[in-house]
C-alpha cells in the first residue's frame, strides 16, 4: 500500500477512536512498523492534518473553515476519483472550463489531458501544476493573493480575472451540501467560486455524499445555479428529494 492508501488508513482509525491513539495501537490497527507509521505521522503533521504527543496522536478537530490541503488530497480519495470518471463524459475537445482549486476537481487533470484545444481557468496551484506538462491545453492561473492552507489564489485581482472569461463549464466541488444550500468554508474561496459560476454557461458540482456530514458558513450558491450535480451516491432522503427537483442532471 502507498503512503496515501496509509495515510487514509490512520485517518480511518483515528475517526473510530474519537480522534486519538496511541501509535502502537496503531501499528497494530494498519499492519505497518513503527517507523512507517512515523514517517505517514510526521508528513500528516506537516500537512496540518494531526499533532502527535508522548506516544500519542490527535486528530486537528475539523471546523466550518476550510481544511488543509494536505487532508483534503487524501480525505475520500476513492470517492472523489470515481467521481472524476463519472465527470469525464462530460469534457470535450475545444472547451473553455473554470476549475476550483478543491481536491476533488484536482482529480479530472489526468483525465483532461486526454482532450485536445482544451482552454482552462483555475485559482488552484494545485491544478495548474498537475496540467503543467500537459501538450495541447492551456492553462490561465489567477493572479491574487496565495492561500498557503489550500495552494489557491483568492481575493478581488482573483475573481477581476475570472471576468475576463466567459466559459462553457464552471466544474467546482464545496465544503458541506444540506437542505438549505451549497456551503464553502471560506469566503474568500467562496467569492472566487461564485464568479465562475457567474461567467460560466453552466456550473457542474462535484460532491461526495460524505460532504452532507460537513459544515460550512459561507453560502456559495443555491440549488438552481447548478445545472449538474456528480456523486458517488446518495444522500438523505430530504437532501435528495429537494436535488432531483432543483437541479436538471444528477449522475
Known sequence: MDSNGRKQQIL??????????????????????????????????????????HGYVSIIVKSANESPIGMRRIENLDKKQ????KTAPILKDGMVLFLDSSSTVCQLAPLLKLRQNITIITNGINI??????????KCFLCPGVLKH????????????????????????????????????????????????IENASKTILLCDNTKEE??????????????????NGNFSPDLDEILKNNIAKII
Open 128 to 137: 495548474a501544476n498537475e496540467l503543467s506538462n500537459a501538450q495541447d491545453l
Open 214 to 231: 460537513a459544515v460550512g458558513f459561507f453560502k456559495l450558491s443555491d440549488f438552481s445555479d447548478i445545472d449538474a450535480l456528480v456523486s
Open 149 to 196: 492552507k489550500s495552494l489557491s489564489i483568492v481575493g478581488e485581482f482573483a475573481s477581476s480575472f475570472i471576468k475576463n472569461f466567459n466559459a462553457e463549464l464552471a466544474i467546482i466541488s464545496c465544503k458541506a451540501i444540506s437542505t438549505k444550500g451549497i456551503f464553502e468554508g471560506d469566503d474568500s474561496q467562496g467569492l472566487v467560486k461564485k464568479s465562475m
Open 12 to 53: 480511518d482509525v483515528l475517526n473510530k477512536c474519537n480522534g486519538i491513539s496511541s501509535i502502537d495501537s496503531l501499528c497494530q490497527r494498519i499492519f505497518a512498523s513503527r517507523s512507517t507509521v512515523r514517517r505517514d505521522l510526521i508528513a500528516l503533521e506537516e500537512e496540518g492534518i494531526v499533532k502527535r504527543s
Open 82 to 85: 470515481l467521481i472524476a470518471s
